[in-house]
């Protein structure tokens, strides 16, 4: 845990172009074996006809793009009563981004990609966040206490984490493992959403392109974006990508050195399904361009690297 912590806190100098950097497992939030073992017992978060935490569409999609969606659901486990909370509480924006999951299964189909969703509420967990960041099952969102997520035993959170949080990270990894070796090309593209209005402020952009140290795809995708000349692009706006907020794209899109980006849609832009539609042909229309520009500019990025072994010896498994 502390080797991983020590990585992810001491950033690369943003001078150097961005390396591949070493994987690592998904990080269980506690080694206690008496708590993994009642982890391991334990039935009672998720019951048998509910869903598992993953949603893959297209496992053997054709296209180099490929998409994750980590704040596409709203639904709470029934074990979990609603955590607490009035049901409105939960068509709103703190349980999930409204309309991503709709914009990003459009782009899985238009391109044959793979997508990866998550079936669960970030309120349970949040799978764009560490294991140990303060709000990974936040007690407070927005202007919203969470009454469910108060006073949490180290085994209630462990057990979230190993039913809901790793399952779909590994799914991502294993994927993006399987086609590096097989000498596949990804460009990674995480689908979200952000409130029109947020404790009170307004905010202009109709999207975001969201990116932390490695600007190459990024940047191509914000040009493309700006000559529309109709659209407010946030250039890492509403929010810069960083480390210590973000886990998605920093961890299987940068340290991994694959191209990528995340997209932060203005929620009443894709409230309904014609504004999903319009949204997912506006970046699929995007992306298509942008790929091919990516080739021009940094075609090291569309060029299938040589399978290599070094990080299994690194992480000793
Ligand atoms: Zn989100």
């Not at 991502?172 to 493992?177: A, K, M, S, V």
């Not at 940047?219 to 886990?247: C, E, F, I």
């Amino acid at each position: 845990m502390s080797t991983m912590r020590k990585r992810i806190h001491s950033p690369l100098s943003s001078m150097r172009p961005p390396q591949p950097q070493p994987r690592f497992r998904i990080q269980p939030i506690s080694h206690d074996p008496d708590i993994l073992a009642l982890v391991n017992d334990s039935k009672a978060l998720l019951r048998e006809h509910e869903p598992g935490p993953v949603d893959l569409l297209r496992p053997r999609g054709g296209s180099n793009l490929f998409f994750t969606c980590e704040h596409a659901s709203k639904r709470i486990p029934e074990s979990l009563e609603n955590l607490g909370l009035d049901a409105a509480h939960l068509e709103r924006h703190i349980a999930w981004d409204i309309g991503a999951a709709g914009v990003a299964r459009r782009l899985s189909e238009h391109f044959d990609a793979t997508c990866v969703l998550q079936n669960y509420s970030r309120l349970v967990v949040d799978c764009n966040r560490w294991t140990h960041a303060d709000d990974f099952a936040t007690t407070y969102s927005e202007d919203t206490v969470i009454p469910g997520n108060m006073d949490l035993s180290d085994t209630q959170l462990a057990e979230r984490t190993k039913l809901i949080y790793e399952p779909y990270h590994q799914t991502i990894e294993d994927h993006l493992d399987q086609r590096e070796q097989t000498g596949r090309v990804t460009v990674l593209a995480s689908i979200h959403t952000c409130t029109p209005v947020f404790l009170g402020e307004s905010r202009p952009w109709h999207v975001g392109v969201l990116y932390q140290r490695d600007t190459r795809f990024a940047h191509v995708l914000m040009d493309l974006l700006r000559s529309d000349g109709t659209l407010v692009v946030g250039d890492n706006q509403p929010y810069a990508l960083n480390d210590n907020k973000d886990y998605a794209v920093p961890v299987h899109g940068e340290r991994r050195g694959i191209a990528h980006v995340e997209f932060e849609i203005r929620q009443d832009l894709v409230a309904n399904d014609a504004g999903q539609s319009e949204w997912a042909e506006r970046l699929h229309e995007l992306l298509s361009t942008g790929v091919d520009v990516l080739e021009e500019r940094h075609p090291e990025l569309l060029t299938s690297k040589t399978p290599s072994h070094e990080h299994h010896t690194q992480l000793g498994h």
